[in-house]
């Protein structure tokens, strides 16, 4: 897949410089068509290996104990890490799933579990998580607690985050990888990968499948 | 994948303008396009735009204000978002805030935005004039290259 990437950049850059060079009309179609051709792969990067489900047990938006093995068993559920003071990437990828989520049939609305950890636990509280999730998808969960144990779990899903710190102008900022992990609910698995550039008609696509536990 | 085609369309432009402008002037020409803002969830939100530069010499947006509350200006290095002082639109070249790249952040809005709301913000600069962009609430999962 990546290879097959770069071989589309590079078509694309040579037929940016033939433009450049003022070149005729005819070289401009083809950027076009590679690019749709680059649309039809798959969003979701299936894992030969499944990761296993992480050992995270914290605590909730209603304040209580969320064993994350034990609430999610059997069901298809959407892992990601990241933190409400992020104005980009968290409430795009949260609100994706969201609406893709709303396009489903409500019986399967309401086996999907969607799992939002928080990478700030100092700021990002039970009530303050609540508070943001309720204003993306109600149904979602949100997860707070110690960052050792949130940081452990998301490096079993080869997710890097990293404590909150202040950037050279003082501000709180959080670093995290921004991967989605879908695990199936027939193996548990964590068996599929979304990166941040997964659209809400890739999610639209996908869901119906994660929910049987088919590959997409 | 997808991400390539936003930037090599960008830059084909910015070629285009290269190869066959006739202008030889010195001086920064700036102008702003594609400006959204996705409906924000909380007090905070995030504003795109590119700054275009037909001109020969670059310039750099040193701040932006605006009335619904303070905004700084963001680049993404690696996975870490960082506050930065002042970017640089190159000459004959663009400055492009996208998701998951650079970004304009707002914070602490007075009152609720909602898709359909326009923003109006200032574009401060070293050199040039400051530019008072519109920028439309988008839908929450608004994608610039889809339109949708």
Redesign the interface.
């Known amino acids: ?1 990546r290879k ?2 770069f071989a ?2 590079a078509l ?2 040579a ?3 033939t ?4 070149g005729s009309g005819d070289d401009g179609n083809s ?1 076009v068509a590679v ?1 749709s051709e ?2 039809a ?1 798959q969003a979701a990067t299936v894992l030969d290996t499944p990761f296993e489900k992480p050992d995270l047990v914290l605590t909730d938006t209603h304040g209580k104990k969320y064993d994350f093995r034990a609430e999610t068993k059997n069901r298809p559920t959407l892992i990601y890490f990241g933190y ?2 992020c ?3 968290c ?2 990828t ?3 799933i969201a ?1 893709a989520k709303k396009s489903l049939p409500k019986a399967e609305q309401d086996k999907l579990l969607v799992v939002f950890v928080t990478t700030d636990p100092a700021r990002d509280t039970a009530s303050e998580l609540g ?2 999730l309720k ?2 998808d109600t149904q979602f969960v949100g997860l707070t607690g110690d960052f050792a144990t949130i940081q452990a779990g998301a490096r079993t899903l080869g997710i ?1 985050i990293e404590p909150t710190s202040k ?3 003082g ?1 709180l ?1 959080s ?4 991967q989605v992990v879908a695990f199936s609910p027939k193996t548990n698995g964590g068996y599929l990968l979304y990166g ?2 997964t ?3 890739d999610y639209t696509k996908d869901l119906p499948k994660i929910i049987k536990g088919e590959t997409p | 994948m997808r991400r390539f085609a936003g930037p090599v369309a960008v830059l084909t432009g910015a070629l285009v303008l290269t190869g066959c402008g006739g202008s030889d002037d010195a001086k920064a020409q700036l102008s702003v396009g594609s400006a959204y803002m996705p409906q924000p969830v909380s007090d905070m939100a995030a504003g795109f735009l590119d700054i275009a530069n037909k001109g020969g010499e670059k310039d750099e947006l040193t701040s932006v204000t605006s009335d619904v509350g303070p905004v700084s200006v963001h680049e993404t290095v690696g996975q870490a978002m960082e506050e930065v002082k002042s970017l640089d639109v190159p000459a004959h070249g663009q400055l492009v805030f996208k998701s998951g790249g650079n970004h304009l952040m707002f914070d602490k809005l007075k009152h609720t935005l909602k898709q359909g709301d326009n923003v109006t913000v200032k574009l401060h600069f070293a050199k040039s004039g400051p530019l008072t962009v519109e920028m439309p609430v988008k839908s929450a999962t608004y994608n610039p290259t889809t339109g949708h």
């Open positions: 897949m097959k990437t589309a950049a694309l850059a037929a940016t410089l433009l450049s060079a003022c950027p690019v680059d649309t792969t409400t003071h104005p980009d990437i409430p795009l949260m609100n994706n609406v508070k943001w204003g993306i890097s950037d050279k102008n501000k900022v670093v995290h990888g921004t941040q550039d659209t809400v008609d």
